[in-house]
């Protein structure tokens, strides 16, 4: 695949590292330092520079052709899990490891980028059946391949992405081994474990505080302190006889020697160079080979999870209805309410005029019965009242004496009432009330009776009557206790006065 250029395929080989990323297109390579945000994104700056790069890199070919870029991400959020499935087509087999992705992974499908390789010892299509298939599922974060994903179309080419470390493993000759293999980077190091030809785990080890150059005034101390840290955790996993050393700390001997004093004399370190030449990246070697093998569809080639043909656009459709219907719902609500917010003034007014015209009914329904008695009962001095008042010597005191004998006829009744009600009411003046009578043992009185008269203590029943809250029936509990008064007096012989 050598002296494949930008024109040819696939065009572009990408290895996105936590901090680093490195491409190569032809003979052309470039490299830039990322930086990311708190939650692993990548900043502004950083995506501005990975696109000025890679368009410099492709040139004036992106607008014509749209270039396959083959690309590697980190070990970075990777988790890998070994299923078995039943024997089943491709399209089979993609349909059951989403169900067992919904069962093994912490994540639905729709959140994760994920990719698979059918083992050896597995069968696929109608070929061994009854066997079943054993397959490798890789799954990362959508946002990690959704984020590469974006800044190679925004450079017009057409990404294809995969594990690093499943690349680089491609360097081994003897795909069938078991072995270890270490990438070094300038701040951490990606530890990858192969079991008989499969990867089995891969992790991202870390130096102190991130970074090798930090923590002392040495910084080569300091960077063969973080080495033995990673030789120790190596060790700690891994018992066998063959660790491959790759990255750019790798070519320093003094890392190989250390590593090798850590693992002691069980274990080998070496240095896969594989011919890198002026590739300068294993990862990319391991991805052109990967390509050499696979063609078009790699293994564990990492997809982003979408929605059924046909299922977005149905959804969007029911969306659009149901949007549709809830705008002619809230219209029709507030047609009904914006009526009443523009009748409200003249509504107030009417409701007005009906209230004052339901206060006239009491007086209207009274004369109506005073007259309808007077049609009904004829009475017979109606027409002497009538005679005297037409002897009157002039029209001014004739029109006086009938409506004098009109009021006297319809109000004569409240009249005599309203004398009666101002009789008892000086009657009422007329009885004092004890200063020493508890009000509050009296039970019968109510409870607010209770509490006004023994804070005001009138001195008559009349002022008693004349306090707010005071009922009629409390006047009468009081005219009684004040008779019972009185007749325990006259039983001892008590000079009393008679109240």
Known sequence: MSGTGVHGLPGLWIDFQEGSMRARAGQAVVGVELERQENGQLTVSSRERVVEQLRSLLGGSAGKVRPRAFCAVGARGVSLRRVKLPAASREETRKLLRLQIEREFPLAPE???????????????????????????????RAVVEEYTELLR??????????????????????????????????????????????????????????PEGGTGNPQAARESVWRGWAESVRARWSGSKLYLTGEGARLPALRLGFERVMGSGGACEWLDAGLGDEGSATI???????????????LMLELESAPKG??????????WAALLGLVVVGLISVRYAEGLVLHGRLTKRLAEVRAYRDTLPKKEADLAFLQHLKTNQVPYMDALFALAEAAPAPHVRDGAEAQVE?????????????????QR??????????????????ALSFEAREKLTRIRPATLGQAGRIDGVRAGDLAVLTVFLRKRRGGRRNRGDDGVDI
Not at 117 to 140: D, I, P, Y
Not at 285 to 299: F, I, Y
Not at 426 to 443: C, H, T
């Open 111 to 141: 959140a994760l980028a994920w990719g698979y390789q059918l083992l050896e010892n597995g069968a696929s299509g109608t070929e061994g059946a009854g066997r079943g298939q054993e397959v490798l599922v890789a799954a990362v974060k």
């Open 154 to 211: 925004e450079c017009g080419a057409q990404p294809l992405m995969t594990l690093g470390a499943f690349a680089r493993t491609q360097l081994v000759r003897g795909g069938k081994d078991s072995f270890a293999m270490l990438e070094i980077g300038g701040e951490q190091a990606e530890f990858t474990i192969v079991k008989h030809g499969v990867i089995e785990s891969v992790r991202v080890l870390r130096g102190p505080g991130g970074s």
């Open 285 to 299: 070697v391991g991805l052109r080979k990967v390509w050499e093998r696979s063609g078009e569809v790699l293994p």
């Open 311 to 320: 299922e977005s656009a149905r959804t969007s459709g029911r969306w659009r």
């Open 407 to 423: 009021n006297g006829l319809k109000y004569g009744g409240y009249i005599a009432k309203q004398a009666r009600l101002l009789a």
């Open 426 to 443: 000086d009657d009422l003046d007329l009885r004092a009330l004890p200063d020493d009578m508890d009000y509050k043992s009296m039970s």
